[in-house]
DNA sequence: CAGTGGTCTAGACCACACG
DNA sequence: GTGTGGTCTAGACCACTGG
């Protein structure tokens, strides 16, 4: 007789709770709005905060949330579409690439990227660093990783390293015909470096884009890149991408 | 000199637990081992369970585990590559599709669905759910949106809905000339009901992937598929996909 | 400084699989 | 039944942001 179960829900409360916020941040928030804290929010609905922040985090990786620490939990813009299709202007090294180069280093690479770039083991390659920025924030962390037998012709570029010499290597790479050959798209999380660099924490959870360039049937570059992807819908093909979001959205007025 | 900080880590112990654990992974486990249990791990590293759990999810987002309640958690495989490209034989209800129609319903599709199909609010539409295998495991749970206009043969079938429904839906769709317009992927968490296609629970991480198809320059479907995030990757072009997996030495630099 | 989200603990009970 | 992972609690302290 003890049982206070006026609802017999075999769901599970943060589930239940996500559902409920959900539908609160479609009819009574607008986008960029500052939710109630953890701890007010979880005595509201009568929960432990565990179990609020359970429904929290369910509703960040749907890109509906954004919570800051520090700052607050705020009501997210619906996801914005990326574009990595094969539109010209999306080559390594193009004019208007969307992407800004950062840094280069003669690296050894990682066992399966080695692997896919058919060089031996332990050869050190080519590590261009890039990152692009979509309406004023940061969508995605790149590693080029591109052979050295691609571009030979890199003895005349003094700069050992730094940003110089990443646009040097680019600069080459852009010569040769480059042909996207592959794209795989996948869950992960990201690194504390690529954390960093799209202001997340470490763990966050990212889209890795995987694409193998060819040039003369040879392998010329690799490239991972890691987006964002609470914050993006990746969009292939050559247009801008189908609106489509989820639910109402009302905005700020 | 009280301090027994033996190791000055800013990093969480849970993050710190999951480079652990994955490289024992690489090196002390082989695909389908059973990993001892959640509450003697946590006592083996010294931490709570709550803690252990976090690092464990951690490692079954990036595909690495596999927990199953009732049963224990599990090495797993590398990540399928699953084809969701260009390739004839994904059209919908072409031959050898790789897709299983389920069911078929007349229902009101969802807002941002009615939006991309031009179709006015409130407006049935045909739905045909199908799931997909590969290797032996269901991969992803599909709604195609069809809307009445673009199959109007379809008074002739009698069956109001069933599998049988489904079928002679996509037979007539097949007849269309069918032009592959856009693809979207983003992250979500399956609903109850894709979560059962899935065998996961509800939440569990999923790559959605919206893809528009067009016939004589009108959205003749809309198809809806969501992946599930930790046993695929998503290749796009007409091959197989790049053999990229992680194995031991994940991290670069 | 005060307030926020992030981490962590030590328990408890539940839902499910399997013998 | 036993044993597993899944959910939930009520606290505590930490790391960061901003006034």
Sequence with gaps: MGTTQLETVPEPKYWHLRTVLSEALDSEFSVGEILPNERDLAARFGVARATLRQALEQLELEGRLQRRRGVGTTVAP???????????????????????????????????????????????????????????QPVAAELLYIPAGSVPDLTAIDAPSGTA?????????????????????????????????????????????????????????????????????????????????????????
């Excluded at 060089?119 to 920025?133: A, I, L, Y």
């Excluded at 480059?178 to 990201?190: I, K, Y």
């Excluded at 993006?232 to 247009?239: A, E, P, V």
Aim: glycine share 8%; with cysteine; net charge positive.
């Design 78 to 136: 619906p996801r914005m579409g990326v574009s990595v299709g094969t539109a010209r202007h999306a080559w390594p090294g193009g004019p208007n690439d969307a992407w800004q180069a950062h840094d280069c280093a003669l690296e050894v690479p990682p066992a399966a990227v080695a692997e896919t770039l058919v060089t031996g083991r332990d050869e050190p390659v080519h590590v261009v660093r890039r990152s692009r920025v979509s309406r004023g």
């Design 165 to 253: 010499r990443a646009r040097a290597v680019l600069r080459e790479l852009q010569r040769l015909e480059l042909e996207r050959q592959e794209n795989a798209v996948e869950l992960g999380s990201a690194r504390a470096d690529d954390a960093k660099e799209l202001d997340r924490l470490p763990g966050a959870p990212v889209l890795v884009v995987t694409t193998r360039f060819l040039s003369r049937g040879r392998t010329a570059a690799l490239s991972v890149a890691t987006y964002r992807a609470d914050t993006c819908r990746l969009t292939f093909g050559d247009s801008g991408g189908v609106e489509i979001h989820h639910g109402p959205e009302r905005h700020a007025s």
